[in-house]
């Protein structure tokens, strides 16, 4: 349980970083936020896209978006005992999820491309 309070906590900064950078971008550059998008995907490639409306939508991308990070959470002792650092092999545990799932399972399912096929700005 602690692990998917810390993965639930984990996705705080992770999701204000996303903002943050998202602001930067210039107007053309913007794509909807990563955690939009592939729920968007997910829900077209199921046929359930037309029985969301905008907020419904929104509000499924914040709860898988914050679901998973709880779930990667939970999964993070089992992947390690005692350690030292834990904000730092947990924060590095964090990034691991995040680049794995963005190289393998978000493309396999074909909900986003891998992070090399898309435009230069995106990844960062």
């Known amino acids: ?3 998917a309070i810390g993965g639930l906590l984990a996705t ?3 999701t204000l970083a996303m903002e ?16 939009r998008e592939i729920t968007q995907n997910l829900l077209q490639k199921v046929e ?19 679901g ?15 350690v030292a650092h834990p904000l730092v092999y947990g924060s590095g ?3 691991a999820i995040c680049a794995a799932s963005y190289f393998s399972w978000i493309p396999v399912l ?10 230069a700005n995106r990844p960062g």
Do not use: C, K, N, W
Request: proline letters at 12%; glycine letters at 6%.
């Open 1 to 3: 349980m602690a692990g």
């Open 12 to 14: 705080i900064p992770m």
């Open 20 to 35: 943050a950078l998202y602001r930067r971008l210039q107007r053309e550059e913007r794509y909807p936020l990563l955690p």
């Open 48 to 66: 359930a896209d037309a029985l969301l409306d905008e907020e419904q939508r929104v509000e499924l991308s914040l709860v898988s978006h914050f």
């Open 68 to 82: 998973y990070g709880a779930f990667a959470g939970s999964l993070y002792p089992s992947t390690r005992q005692r």
């Open 93 to 95: 545990y964090g990034v």
């Open 110 to 119: 074909q909900t986003l491309p891998p992070p090399h096929r898309q435009p």
